[in-house]
């Protein structure tokens, strides 16, 4: 029972700050501040502050996950792997803030549902892993439906000076993003590869 309530406090977590981090992350991106009406276009000080305290936050857990277990585990992962991990994360990420100047919140989050297929298709094409095909159909089902409540919605907040253009071009950084994260989801599956000291 224990494992149960502690997966329920843990996917309840997920959501709820999945769900503020969104809200915030909108209304930084959307709204007039100052004076002049001005909208925050500094997307890799934004990327860059989340990354920073990612980090923070990742030695604090590990700090008292040693603290709790007396051990300090060895790492065999090749500090390369960690680089190009970091940097394909991180440009997803740029990809995906920038987009929210071009396109609403709704959109992105769904055009981000839709990150399964790049993971898998770069998983196949550059990691040269296999996938049964009935995984293929899930994701292509899923994607499917997604698509379909995409385009049947009405959409969110996109500020006023947005032309078409800037609407395509939200959807490339979108699509930019989703082939970032093509080549880290795969890449994080190899870090568990990795045997354990």
């Known amino acids: 029972m224990a494992k149960e309530v502690e997966m329920l406090i843990g996917v309840s977590g997920i959501y709820v700050f999945y769900l503020l981090y969104g809200i915030v992350q909108e209304r930084v991106t959307t709204t007039p501040f100052g004076p002049n009406g001005e909208r925050f276009d500094f997307m890799f000080f934004l990327v860059c502050l989340q990354c920073i305290l990612n980090a923070l936050f990742a030695l604090i857990v590990l700090g008292f996950n040693r603290l709790w277990t007396k051990q ?16 394909t994360y991180v440009l997803a990420m ?48 899923i994607t499917a439906g997604i698509a379909l409540f995409m385009f049947k919605s009405k959409g969110g907040a996109v500020a006023d000076d947005v032309t078409p253009w800037g609407v395509m071009w939200g959807y490339a950084l979108l699509l930019a993003s989703l082939a970032f994260d ?14 354990a000291s």
Do not use: H
């Open 182 to 195: 093509g080549l880290t989801g795969p890449a994080q599956e190899r870090l568990y590869e990795v045997p």
């Open 94 to 141: 740029l990809c995906s803030n920038s987009s929210l100047q071009f396109v609403d919140y709704p959109t992105q989050v769904l055009g981000k549902s839709c990150k399964p297929i790049p993971v898998m298709l770069m998983g196949a094409l550059v990691y040269g892993r296999s996938y049964n095909w009935r995984k293929w159909m899930c994701v292509l089902l």
């Open 72 to 87: 300090a585990p060895k790492d065999k992962v090749p500090f390369t792997e960690y680089a190009w991990i970091s940097l």
